[in-house]
C-alpha cells in the first residue's frame, strides 16, 4: 500500500444512511470517506462509512470504535 487520504466530517443522516443506523432521518451522524493508493500511485480502495452520533469512539493510537457498527452498500 502507498497512501491514503481521510476524509471525517459531521452530517446530517439522508433517508438512506437513517434507515441503515436504526436512526431518524437528519439525525447527527458522523461520515468518513477513505481511499488508499497503491504504491505506484493508482487508487486501490474507496470506503465511504457512516456512524451514529452516539456511537462513535477515538481509541488511543488514532483507531476508532463503533458501538453496533453495520457496512452496506447501494
Partial sequence: ????DLSIRS??????????L?????????GIERLVYGR???PVLFEALSYRGDAF????GGAYS???ERRFSS
Avoid: F, N, T
Avoid at 1 to 4: E, I, K, N
Avoid at 57 to 60: A, G, S
Fill in 40 to 42: 505506484d500511485g493508482a
Fill in 57 to 60: 469512539r477515538p481509541v488511543e
Fill in 66 to 68: 463503533a458501538v453496533g
Fill in 22 to 30: 436504526g436512526v431518524e432521518s437528519s439525525s447527527a451522524s458522523l
Fill in 1 to 4: 500500500m502507498g497512501h491514503a
Fill in 11 to 20: 452530517m446530517l443522516a439522508s433517508d438512506v444512511v437513517a434507515m441503515a
